[in-house]
């Protein structure tokens, strides 16, 4: 299956404290999430503020995950034609870069945004779902920071889905 080329480079630490660059390659790592629907983490934290010292590649952190308590997701999305809906909100706030292709992000109610390559989104907490009706994949880079749960209408708005 073919993914988008993707360079990731990471840069930390000799043992001197010199900067240099860790890791540079073409990410080889996207994980099927749902049909249609690829990730391919960049990095995560699991502290804020963030720890620059470890020395693990957490670009690589086991497990299923959307966000992380305290910590933040940098990925790369690859949504196919068809992409599985999948309706939810998560506890954080998602600066959302489209990188290639157009998608459809519809909010609970069915009202829907278009978004094309170039286009920029910032969602805070609301129930979406990413739909696909195009002919090409569309590719999408994703900052998830932990956020507190949104408290709308009285209500506390868990995270779901």
């Known amino acids: 299956m073919d993914f988008p080329s993707i360079r990731r480079?990471?840069?930390?630490?000799?043992?001197?404290g010199k900067a240099i660059v860790k890791i540079d390659e073409?990410?080889?790592?996207?994980?099927?999430?749902?049909p249609n629907g690829y990730v391919c983490n960049i990095w995560t934290t699991s502290t804020s503020p963030a720890n620059n010292s470890e020395q693990a590649d957490?670009?690589?952190?086991?497990?299923?995950?959307?966000?992380?308590?305290?910590?933040?997701?940098?990925?790369?999305?690859?949504?196919?034609?068809?992409?599985?809906?999948?309706?939810?909100?998560?506890?954080?706030?998602?600066?959302?870069?489209?990188?290639?292709?157009?998608?459809d992000m519809e909010l609970e109610e069915g009202e829907e945004v278009h978004?094309?390559?170039g286009d920029v989104m910032v969602q805070r907490g609301t129930v979406h779902n990413w739909i696909n009706r195009g002919t090409e994949t569309c590719v999408l880079a994703v900052i998830l920071v932990h956020a507190n749960s949104v408290q709308a209408g009285g209500k506390t708005l868990e995270a779901c889905g």
């Open 115 to 117: 978004l094309k390559a």
């Open 58 to 103: 957490d670009g690589m952190r086991e497990g299923k995950f959307t966000t992380i308590e305290n910590g933040s997701v940098f990925r790369i999305l690859d949504f196919r034609p068809g992409v599985q809906k999948r309706a939810h909100r998560t506890d954080s706030i998602d600066y959302i870069i489209v990188m290639s292709g157009e998608i």
């Open 26 to 34: 073409v990410c080889s790592h996207f994980k099927q999430g749902r």
């Open 9 to 16: 480079v990471v840069t930390g630490h000799d043992e001197a």
